[in-house]
Antibody, heavy 125, light 107 residues
Framework: QVQLQESGPGLVKPSETLSLTCTVS????????WSWIRQPAGKGLEWIGR???????NYNPSLKSRVTMSVDTSKNQFSLKLTSVTAADTAFYYC???????????????????WGQGTLVTVSS | DIQMTQSPSSLSASVGDRVTITCRAR??????LNWYQQKPGKAPKLLIY???SLQSGVPSRISGSGSGTDFTLTISSLQPEDFATYYC?????????FGQGTKVEIK
């Protein structure tokens, strides 16, 4: 089955850029939306944005000015860059596939499955 | 953004209890609503999609219902492995948004 694995530095300095990569195994990255979701320790989930394998993106307006996502289909990977980080960006970062299924009459449903195990990124000098 | 509000934020229950968690959307999301379970130190796991469809492998004691703005996740007979935090999430529009979570603890 499809598995996702996040990778990247666990410590980033304030004002610098957070960079993470998600590697997809057990299946093709093609023809899906791929999302990044974060969770500060002990808090709730925040959707950062998503990228389609064509390169089309949707970002959360709250982070849009600082976020860039990219995809490398040859490596079955997609990536997140978050610039000008502060302590508020300290969180567990998850990658996830957004599945989409047609229910008829023009109705599509989407959900996140599977998720990566998550990686903790701490912003500190 | 579509705000999602869960209630209660936490609850204490015993094994065998029936547990109900509510999720309310600020506007109609029809039935574009998913539920996830998260255990400490783990990623969220999909339980229910499209408001009431049970994900493969999820036990049938877990069910979802609702439409429009009000949704419910029910565990008919709570088992030890069900103690966790539960999140609802709307997929009606972007940005995708989650409820704040409901922590189910052992009484």
């Amino acid at each position: 089955q499809v598995q996702l694995q996040e990778s990247g530095p666990g410590l980033v300095k304030p004002s610098e850029t957070l960079s993470l990569t998600c590697t997809v195994s057990g299946g093709s990255i093609s023809s899906y939306y791929w999302s990044w979701i974060r969770q500060p320790a002990g808090k709730g989930l925040e959707w950062i944005g998503r990228i389609y394998t064509s390169g089309s993106t949707n970002y959360n307006p709250s982070l849009k000015s600082r976020v860039t996502m990219s995809v490398d289909t040859s490596k079955n990977q997609f990536s997140l860059k978050l610039t000008s980080v502060t302590a508020a960006d300290t969180a567990f970062y998850y990658c996830a596939r957004e599945l989409k299924e047609y229910y008829g009459s023009g109705v599509w449903h989407n959900w996140f499955d599977p998720w990566g195990q998550g990686t903790l990124v701490t912003v500190s000098s | 953004d579509i705000q999602m509000t869960q209630s209660p934020s936490s609850l204490s229950a015993s094994v065998g209890d029936r547990v109900t968690i509510t999720c309310r959307a600020r506007q109609s999301i029809i039935n574009h609503l998913n539920w996830y379970q998260q255990k400490p130190g783990k990623a969220p796991k999909l339980l229910i999609y499209a408001a009431s469809s049970l994900q493969s492998g999820v036990p049938s004691r877990i069910s979802g219902s609702g439409s429009g703005t009000d949704f419910t996740l029910t565990i008919s007979s709570l088992q030890p492995e069900d103690f966790a935090t539960y999140y609802c999430q709307q997929s009606y529009s972007t940005p995708r948004t989650f409820g704040q979570g409901t922590k189910v603890e052992i009484k």
